[in-house]
């Protein structure tokens, strides 16, 4: 799966390659993604067989650039893979997902020296990377940060605890984010450091959804990693995290629509077979309108995702990335909720057993209201966009 051409010059509409390339990853998810959807959910465990099944569809490096082993794939066809795999299994997607938020930062901010030595890794699926910013006591407000790195000649150690961290015991690089003065904001600085340098992960959580990505409570104490493995320049760590998390929550939001989809393309289904009072319940006017109102939900989602995609593969040329990325991720997680609950409705009582898929969905849709900034820090983000 290569894209060979950059996006449209009408980032709205999707170019005939990607409307291929769509089709290509729907026909994967479904042959090898959605067959084991169900039963690693139930297992509450990292899928090995579904993470080989990206690295050998070249979905690992689709995000990455070419010059260190990547497909320089645009941030909208990212988040069409993102989607598509979404619609059959959020967790999966979130494997896609994942190692790319960690690697932003060495992306956008590393040195080449940095990239060159774990960029590769990551496009052939020989490494993972999680991103460590929250803390217990600083995730929303993440300038409370309390975790510190202190200089020892040609090192940094560091000292402290991050929380909510996807992938956290499966990946084996961290970019973490650290207190090196005391200054509010300009006092973080950002690192890279490898697991077996002293990375502890103290407890994986029970979560409502998203149940096959591990969640995970990480510990340092006195992790020691050299300055060539600091990321961008000292105190400048929150600008870079708030940077990524700007080019992220776009493809959280497009996660959400995958979701959705995925709950209302069952749903159809479903009420297409399901027969009261002597007809199919799809003849009903009253869940007609639902499932219109789902299809006009997610239509306004994706599109305002896309929207904020094509911004970021622009560079982002008006300033208005970080508004129209944080109303992208915002409505597009709430539309998830929304969709995937009337979903459940939609089937009755069955909506409610596990031996359909929409309840795990609507568990799955949750969390995208929540990480990489809560619904309500969103709309916080848009508000001073527009006051001031």
Same mark, same amino acid.
């Given at each position: 799966?290569?894209?060979?051409?950059?996006?449209?010059?009408?980032?709205?509409?999707?170019?005939?390659?990607?409307?291929?390339?769509?089709?290509?990853?729907?026909?994967?998810?479904?042959?090898?993604?959605?067959?084991?959807?169900?039963?690693r959910?139930?297992?509450?465990?990292?899928?090995?067989?579904?993470?080989?099944?990206?690295?050998?569809?070249?979905?690992?490096?689709?995000?990455?650039?070419?010059?260190?082993?990547?497909?320089?794939?645009?941030?909208?066809t990212?988040?069409?893979?993102?989607?598509?795999?979404?619609?059959?299994?959020?967790?999966?997607?979130?494997v896609?997902?994942?190692?790319k938020?960690?690697?932003?930062?060495?992306?956008?901010?590393?040195?080449?020296?940095?990239?060159?030595?774990?960029?590769?890794?990551?496009?052939?699926?020989?490494?993972?990377?999680?991103?460590?910013?929250?803390?217990?006591?600083?995730?929303?407000d993440?300038?409370?940060?309390?975790?510190?790195?202190?200089?020892?000649?040609?090192?940094?150690?560091?000292?402290?605890?991050?929380?909510?961290?996807?992938?956290?015991?499966?990946?084996d690089?961290?970019?973490i984010?650290?207190?090196?003065?005391?200054?509010?904001?300009?006092?973080?600085?950002?690192?890279?450091?490898?697991?077996?340098?002293?990375?502890?992960?103290?407890?994986?959580e029970?979560?409502?959804?998203i149940c096959?990505?591990?969640?995970?409570?990480v510990?340092?104490?006195?992790l020691?990693?050299?300055?060539?493995?600091?990321?961008g320049?000292?105190?400048?760590?929150?600008?870079?995290?708030?940077?990524?998390?700007?080019?992220?929550?776009? @493809?959280?939001?497009? =996660?959400?629509? !995958?979701i959705?989809?995925?709950?209302? *393309? +069952?749903?159809?289904g479903y /009420?297409?077979?399901?027969?009261?009072?002597?007809?199919p319940?799809?003849?009903?006017q009253?869940?007609?309108?639902?499932?219109?109102?789902?299809?006009?939900?997610?239509?306004?989602?994706?599109?305002?995702?896309?929207?904020?995609?094509a911004?970021?593969?622009?560079?982002?040329?008006?300033?208005?990335?970080?508004?129209?990325?944080?109303?992208?991720?915002?409505?597009?997680?709430?539309?998830s909720?929304?969709?995937? @609950?009337?979903?459940? =409705?939609?089937? !009755?009582g069955?909506?409610?057993?596990r *031996? +359909?898929?929409?309840?795990? /969905?609507?568990?799955?849709?949750?969390?995208?209201?929540?990480?990489?900034?809560?619904?309500?820090?969103?709309?916080?983000?848009i508000?001073?966009?527009?006051?001031?």
């Open positions: 799966m290569r894209e060979t051409e950059g996006m449209s010059q009408q980032p709205m509409t999707l170019s005939e390659e990607q409307h291929e390339f769509r089709r290509i990853v729907r026909q994967f998810a479904e042959d090898k993604i959605a067959p084991g959807a169900a039963r959910d139930e297992l509450h465990e990292f899928d090995w067989d579904a993470f080989k099944a990206l690295v050998a569809a070249d979905l690992t490096s689709l995000q990455y650039p070419a010059e260190y082993g990547g497909q320089g794939a645009s941030l909208v990212q988040a069409i893979a993102a989607e598509e795999l979404a619609r059959v299994c959020a967790s999966t997607s979130l896609f997902l994942i190692s938020l960690g690697m932003l930062p060495v992306i956008n901010f590393g040195s080449h020296e940095l990239k060159s030595e774990v960029l590769p890794a990551i496009c052939n699926g020989t490494s993972q990377a999680s991103y460590c910013l929250s803390e217990p006591d600083a995730g929303s993440v300038a409370s940060m309390t975790t510190k790195a202190v200089r020892d000649g040609n090192d940094w150690i560091i000292n402290g605890t991050k929380c909510w961290i996807t992938n956290g015991g499966i990946s690089l961290y970019t984010f650290a207190r090196t003065s005391d200054d509010r904001h300009k006092g973080i600085t950002a690192f890279l450091a490898r697991k077996e340098w002293g990375v502890h992960i103290d407890k994986l029970d979560k409502l959804g096959a990505s591990p969640t995970a409570v510990r340092f104490d006195d020691r990693v050299p300055d060539a493995w600091r990321i320049e000292v105190g400048q760590g929150f600008t870079i995290g708030m940077h990524t998390l700007d080019r992220s929550r776009p @493809t959280v939001g497009a =996660q959400a629509i !995958g959705a989809q995925g709950a209302l *393309d +069952f749903a159809i /009420m297409k077979e399901r027969k009261t009072f002597g007809k319940i799809a003849q009903n009253g869940l007609q309108w639902m499932v219109a109102d789902a299809a006009m939900q997610i239509e306004a989602a994706r599109g305002l995702v896309y929207q904020a995609c911004l970021a593969d622009e560079g982002d040329p008006h300033g208005t990335l970080s508004m129209i990325g944080a109303a992208a991720k915002a409505f597009a997680s709430d539309v909720m929304k969709v995937t @609950t009337d979903c459940v =409705q939609l089937l !009755g069955y909506g409610y057993t *031996d +359909f898929p929409v309840e795990r /969905m609507m568990r799955d849709a949750k969390i995208t209201q929540i990480y990489e900034g809560t619904n309500q820090i969103q709309r916080m983000v508000a001073k966009k527009l006051l001031g």
